[in-house]
């Protein structure tokens, strides 16, 4: 899977839930605040365990936080 085809709107759900910092979300989800910055930039596909953290962060869906996009939808 070529990361072009997945986005994310974990910066948004940041904001949502009290300007939560990037820092913030890594401590809780148990990596990296770099690893943040990378996914938020779309440099980084998760694991799937760890989209499902960041999902249950938020208390969404993991489709609300992550998008994939077929190839002939780019």
């Given at each position: 899977?070529?990361?072009?085809?997945?986005?994310?709107?974990?910066?948004?759900?940041?904001?949502?839930?009290?300007?939560?910092?990037?820092?913030?979300?890594?401590?809780?989800?148990?990596v990296?605040?770099?690893?943040?910055?990378?996914?938020?930039?779309?440099?980084?596909?998760?694991?799937?365990?760890?989209?499902f953290?960041?999902?249950?962060?938020?208390?969404?869906?993991?489709?609300?936080?992550?998008?994939?996009r077929?190839?002939?939808?780019?």
């Amino acid at each position: 899977m070529s990361r072009d085809n997945l986005t994310n709107t974990i910066r948004r759900y940041r904001f949502m839930n009290g300007e939560m910092t990037q820092e913030e979300l890594a401590k809780r989800v148990g990596v990296t605040r770099q690893t943040i910055i990378a996914l938020e930039a779309g440099k980084y596909v998760p694991s799937l365990y760890l989209a499902f953290k960041i999902a249950r962060v938020f208390n969404v869906r993991i489709e609300e936080i992550f998008k994939f996009r077929e190839q002939d939808e780019l």
